[in-house]
């Protein structure tokens, strides 16, 4: 009788160990490929992926907004010179236009955000020649981190944000 629980046993945990296997691999981020055809602001843009084009929004970041009204009270911790924020938001575009603009670039999504925000634009990471541009745009002070959702790469854009505050780069030169 041991010998018959023996090996559906060693059978039984194979099948579970390939399941895990194929469940971390299918846990991994989805990345799509395109070229950006425009941006709207510092964390806005289009990118046209196999003929559709379609309206992407760079997940984990937050960039002043072009217009004054469109700003939040206390969005940018310490920061209440409106005016030096959306001069900011504009500096932010053209970086991220420079950058990006008619360049091929790799979109991945993020595990714990969905796929497309409450205004069905695509939530990404944008990467160029793999480097994260939302990364870059918080490690020049274009763009805060967006603590209101957590999202897989809080800690490492937390840190950039603090030494980029710390220097006085970019928007955090607004106070």
């Not at 991994?28 to 046209?48: A, F, I, M, N, S």
């Not at 984990?60 to 030096?84: F, Q, T």
């Amino acid at each position: 009788m041991g010998r018959l629980y023996g090996r559906p046993g060693r059978v039984g945990s194979l099948i579970i160990i390939i399941m895990l296997i194929l469940g971390c691999l299918s846990q991994q981020p989805r990345e799509l490929h395109g070229k950006v055809v425009k941006v709207v602001d510092g964390d806005t843009l289009y990118v046209r992926i196999d003929g559709d084009t379609v309206k992407v929004r760079l997940v984990g970041i937050d960039a002043p907004e072009l217009e004054p009204e469109l700003m939040k009270p206390g969005e940018y911790r310490g920061i209440h010179n409106l005016s030096c924020l959306v001069k900011y938001g504009y500096m932010a575009k053209e970086f991220l236009e420079n950058l990006t603009l008619g360049k091929y670039v790799t979109l991945k999504f993020d595990s714990r955000q969905g796929e497309k925000d409450k205004y069905g634009r695509l939530l990404v990471y944008l990467y160029l020649d793999s480097k994260d541009v939302n990364a870059l745009l918080v490690e020049k002070g274009l763009a805060r981190v967006f603590y209101e959702k957590k999202f897989d790469k809080i800690k490492e854009y937390s840190e950039l944000e603090d030494k980029a505050r710390r220097e006085r780069r970019g928007l955090w030169s607004c106070n």
